[in-house]
């Protein structure tokens, strides 16, 4: 299957301080996607791009779908303890057999200290 | 807003037993999927529906069944169970022929096989 590589695995910051996260695959999507999921609960969506370039915001979380269309990168800004979780890159094919499927990366496990 | 319902939450079932699991997409919503998270885990793809009719499988074993009804809600059979099916069973609804690409998770059933 497609292996999503997702880094970093974990991150420790402190509040008010900004995050980046990336992902990369060796596979072409048409749909990246950004998760986050908190502990016991199902992956609540964030972002979702479409189309190779393309700058998303959503409050203080910004995500580019790369040129390529193989990467992807989350940036959340002034970070506060409540975006404690797993945040997930997913790709997804829209054409042929694996229509619509979503491929997931790895996570990367925030902790935001007060 | 409504969101995905899934039934039940938690499920406990010894070996060799079966379980069936329930998923009610946001309304309107004409796609289904299911994905299996284990400990640790990204979520991984098993199988979809779009419109009653199986329209993608993954890595679902062969002891696993499911299907979706008139009414777009979906069940996930799964029988023999074995120790390794303990993970969290998310279900994914998407409104395909409306145009849409984003996939959004229910809470999940925690199910643990003992």
Known sequence: ?114 | AAGVIQSPRHLIKEKRETATLKCYPIPRHDTVYWYQQGPGQDPQFLISFYEKMQSDKGSIPDRFSAQQFSDYHSELNMSSLELGDSALYFCASRARTQGYYEQYFGPGTRLTVT
């Open chain 1, 1 to 114: 299957g497609q292996q999503l590589n997702q880094s970093p695995q974990s991150m420790f910051i402190q509040e008010g301080e900004d995050v980046s996260m990336n992902c990369t695959s060796s596979s072409i999507f048409n749909t990246w996607l950004w998760y986050k999921q908190e502990p016991g609960e199902g992956p609540v969506l964030l972002i979702a791009l479409y189309k190779a370039g393309e700058l998303t915001s959503n409050g203080r979380l910004t995500a580019q779908f790369g040129i390529t269309r193989k990467d992807s990168f989350l940036n959340i800004s002034a970070s506060i303890p409540s975006d404690v979780g797993i945040y997930f890159c997913a790709g997804q094919q829209v054409r042929g057999s694996t229509l619509g499927r979503l491929y997931f990366g790895r996570g990367t496990q925030l902790t935001v200290w007060p």
